[in-house]
T-cell receptor, first 115, second 117 residues
Framework: DTAVSQTPKYLVTQMGNDKSIKCEQN?????MYWYKQDSKKFLKIMFS???????INETVPNRFSPKSPDKAHLNLHINSLELGDSAVYFC??????????????FGPGTRLTVL | KNQVEQSPQSLIILEGKNCTLQ??????????LRWYKQDTGRGPVSLTI?????NTKSNGRYTATLDADTKQSSLHITASQLSDSASYIC????????????????FGKGTKLSVIP
C-alpha cells in the first residue's frame, strides 16, 4: 500500500528517557513534516524537511531532533522526555513542487505518553 | 494569539441534514487555505485546498467557500452521513517568499461534528 506510515503507534515511557519515532513514505514525495497534536486537539507544525534538508524549524525544544537519512524517511528523536511531551505526533509528506503549497498526506499518528 | 478561529467549537446534527462550519483568519498574506477532516484516532485528510483567487471548491458533499476580502471561509456539508462525524480543521498557509523556503502553517482548533441517527 502507498502511504505514510509511522512506528510505533503507541509509546509509553518514563520521564527522562530518550525515544525515537520513525516515519516512512512510499509516495515519492520530496517534503516531509512532523506535527504535534496536544490534548486539546490543536495541531502544530514542528519540522519540515525537503529532500533531506531542514526548511521549517518551529520553536520546539532542542531535545527534539529530526533526522532524515533519505527523502523517504523522517525520524523524530526526543531526548530527556518530559510530561509535557505527551501528545500525538503526526508525520506527513507532500509531493514535489512547491512544498507546503501542495496537499499533505498524514500518517496515522503516534500517541506518546510520558509517565 | 491564534490567527485562525473556527466556529462552532462543536456541533451535533441529525443524519441527512446540512451544516456549515466557519473559519475566520487574520493571517496575511496567505498562499492557500485548507480544510481537513480528522477522524478520531486518525491523521487529518485533506478535503479542499483554495488559493486566494478561488471563491469555492467542492469535493463530493463538501463545499468550501473563501472570501479573501473579509478573510472568511466556510465548509458546507450536504446531506450529512454518520461517517461525517469527525473534527474539521481549517489551515491557513502563509508564504514569506516564493519558492519552497519560508512559510507558516496556522491551524485552527477545529470543529467537532457529531452526526446522529
Amino acid at each position: 500500500d502507498t502511504a505514510v506510515s509511522q512506528t510505533p503507534k503507541y509509546l509509553v515511557t518514563q520521564m527522562g528517557n530518550d525515544k525515537s519515532i520513525k516515519c516512512e513514505q512510499n509516495l515519492g514525495h520530496d517534503t516531509m513534516y512532523w506535527y504535534k497534536q496536544d490534548s486539546k486537539k490543536f495541531l502544530k507544525i514542528m519540522f519540515s524537511y525537503n529532500n533531506k534538508e531542514l526548511i521549517i524549524n518551529e520553536t520546539v525544544p532542542n531535545r527534539f531532533s529530526p533526522k532524515s537519512p533519505d527523502k523517504a524517511h523522517l525520524n523524530l528523536h526526543i531526548n530527556s522526555l518530559e510530561l509535557g511531551d505527551s501528545a500525538v505526533y503526526f508525520c506527513a509528506s507532500s509531493p514535489p513542487g512547491q512544498g507546503v503549497d501542495n496537499e499533505q498526506f498524514f500518517g496515522p499518528g503516534t500517541r506518546l505518553t510520558v509517565l | 494569539k491564534n490567527q485562525v478561529e473556527q466556529s462552532p467549537q462543536s456541533l451535533i446534527i441529525l443524519e441527512g441534514k446540512n451544516c456549515t462550519l466557519q473559519c475566520n483568519y487574520t493571517v496575511s498574506p496567505f498562499s492557500n487555505l485548507r480544510w481537513y477532516k480528522q477522524d478520531t484516532g486518525r491523521g487529518p485528510v485533506s478535503l479542499t485546498i483554495m488559493t486566494f483567487s478561488e471563491n469555492t471548491k467542492s469535493n463530493g458533499r463538501y463545499t468550501a467557500t473563501l472570501d479573501a476580502d473579509t478573510k472568511q471561509s466556510s465548509l458546507h456539508i450536504t446531506a450529512s452521513q454518520l461517517s461525517d462525524s469527525a473534527s474539521y480543521i481549517c489551515v491557513v498557509i502563509k508564504v514569506s517568499y516564493s519558492g519552497a523556503g519560508s512559510y507558516q502553517l496556522t491551524f485552527g482548533k477545529g470543529t467537532k461534528l457529531s452526526v446522529i441517527p
